[in-house]
């Protein structure tokens, strides 16, 4: 048999042999290292454990400042994260707990501390104020409605999990 | 596909020179497995390059995860090794390969040797051989504290006493080496600069000295 009734050259074969049998060994050295590096990409994501914050009955129609902290894993690091909730019952009987951070450029947020604008979060960086119920006022620098934790009630306590933002203006 | 972009590359850079050079050298019957089973000896410092290759990437990916600290070294290496997936071998990679790298550069020093290969004119790059030898035994010395265990701890304490009994300067290439007076937090932060940085570069330099030097003086003659 002659090249002429082959349509592979010899040397395309092997050429083809030695690419495959090298891309192989390449592939099976780098694909656990590459695995290994994009794991972070690859992990499911897990919300934070809902936490007991205060008695039911407690809760008032003024929102009240409370702190809680939440167990985070980061890596082989363990760590309590310390959290801010302003929590209070809304005129329908709703319990609401807020988030204090800004969502102009994230300070903290305080309730009823401006003597000029009584009744409102106000943010002490750059003015930025927000009805009780978190709503940005307009013509103030926050661009969106404060953060609402979850929350669920259990045996007469309020647990709060993660905040989530409220899109919106 | 492959053919049209190289082409694209080629035309423009003329990169075929390049590459035919290096590619193109010549391999004496009696270093080729093919003709002569035994020729197999030839290969061991291709290996070597090899499990080199693996130890330089093993390295570098397991650098996104190891942290050089005393208080979160060990935690480190136990979470890549146990939570993050194929986290066991990419460190038995590095950890088997250190040892395979070490046993390669020793059975290609003893093929060398055997084989006259040092001789003149090739006595230059059996020095660089040497060098690379003691690099290599230095990156495994240093690379052993990293994971921070007690093994780690007091092999690197035997290993500072060997230094501190050298003569005359002794005490100062151990205080050189441990940064502190004790095995610490400085121990741990110097030999990982010397580990990923120091003793890589030096590698680096040195095999492209030992592999410049082969390609002008071409592979000794058979026995």
Excluded at chain 1, 117 to 137: A, L, S
Excluded at chain 2, 62 to 90: E, K, R
Excluded at chain 2, 96 to 101: K, L, R, Y
Aim: charged fraction near 20%; hydrophobic fraction near 45%.
């Amino acid at each position: 048999m002659s090249n002429k009734e082959h349509d592979v050259t010899r040397r395309q074969f092997l050429n083809y042999t030695l690419m495959g049998v090298g891309g192989f060994m390449a592939a099976g050295m780098l694909a656990p290292m590459v695995r290994f590096a994009i794991d972070p990409l690859l992990r499911e994501e897990k919300g934070s454990k809902m936490v007991d914050v205060m008695a039911i009955k407690e809760i008032t129609t003024e929102p009240q400042r409370q702190t809680f902290s939440v167990d985070k894993v980061d890596g082989w690091h363990k760590f309590k994260e310390q959290k801010i909730a302003y929590i209070f019952k809304k005129d329908n009987g709703e319990i609401m707990a807020l988030s204090p951070v800004c969502t102009h450029l994230g300070c903290t947020v305080a309730w009823n501390d401006d003597p000029a604008h009584p009744n409102q979060f106000h943010c002490p960086c750059h003015g930025g104020r927000y009805t009780k119920d978190g709503k940005n006022i307009p013509g103030t620098p926050p661009p969106a409605p404060l953060s609402v934790y979850d929350m669920q009630v259990k045996d007469g306590r309020l647990y709060l999990g993660d905040a989530k933002p409220r899109g919106g203006a | 596909m492959l053919q049209k972009m190289y082409n694209f590359i080629d035309e423009r850079l003329d990169i075929t020179p390049l590459w035919r050079d290096v590619a193109d050298h010549e391999v004496p019957e009696h270093v080729n497995p093919a003709y002569h089973f035994s020729a197999f000896v030839y290969c061991f410092g291709g290996l070597t390059f090899f499990t080199i290759v693996i130890q330089i990437l093993s390295g570098m990916f397991l650098t996104m995860y190891y942290v050089p600290d005393i208080n979160n070294a060990w935690d480190s290496v136990y979470y890549l090794q146990n939570q993050v997936a194929y986290g066991v071998i990419v460190r038995g990679m590095h950890h088997w390969g250190a040892s395979v790298t070490i046993v390669m550069v020793f059975l290609h020093t003893l093929r060398v040797f055997f084989t006259g290969a040092y001789k003149k004119p090739r006595e230059l790059n059996w020095v660089v051989g040497v060098l690379l030898f003691f690099v290599i035994l230095g990156l495994g010395f240093t690379g052993y504290l990293l994971p921070w265990d007690m093994k780690a701890l007091f092999a690197t304490k035997v290993g500072l006493q060997i230094a501190e009994s050298f003569p005359f300067i002794g005490d100062w290439i151990k205080l050189l080496l441990q940064g502190s007076d004790i095995v610490g937090a400085q121990t741990l932060a110097r030999f990982f600069a010397i580990h990923v940085f120091f003793l890589p570069a030096l590698l680096m330099g040195l095999m492209a000295a030992h592999f410049l030097m082969i390609r002008r003086q071409g592979i000794s003659g058979p026995l």
